[in-house]
Nanobody, 120 residues
Framework: QVQVVESGGGLVQAGGSLTLSCAAS????????MAWYRQAPGNRRELVASIHYSGTINYADSVKGRFTISRDSAENTVTLQMSSLTSEDTAVYYC??????????????WGQGTQVTVSS
């Protein structure tokens, strides 16, 4: 069994900062990539940022220069540092992990989501 759990959401004023954390645990053999997605009401879930095991990082254009994704491979965690937040960043943020478990089965795992609300 593999679990992915987010933490760190909340309410922040526009222009402020917030950090989200995600931890993967359980029967993990290798993490191929971890990512953050978000979904605002009425919108599709969209990729915010991703980090591959090689270190390759990708950001959505809307967050470039404001958000930073980082990882701790030893702890199987990924962090999303968000700054200069606007109301457009209000959404439920989901952690996603592409994990090969100890049976050598690879699949996507999702966290339960954490709400980020930016007040103007």
């Amino acid at each position: 069994q593999v679990q992915v759990v987010e933490s760190g959401g909340g309410l922040v004023q526009a222009g402020g900062s917030l950090t989200l954390s995600c931890a993967a645990s359980g029967s993990i053999q290798h993490i191929n990539a971890m990512a953050w997605y978000r979904q605002a009401p009425g919108n599709r879930r969209e990729l915010v940022a991703s980090i591959h095991y090689s270190g390759t990082i990708n950001y959505a254009d809307s967050v470039k220069g404001r958000f930073t994704i980082s990882r701790d491979s030893a702890e199987n965690t990924v962090t999303l540092q968000m700054s200069s937040l606007t109301s457009e960043d209000t959404a439920v943020y989901y952690c996603n992990a592409n994990i090969r478990d100890r049976t050598m089965w690879t699949q996507e795992y999702w966290g339960q989501g954490t709400q980020v609300t930016v007040s103007s």
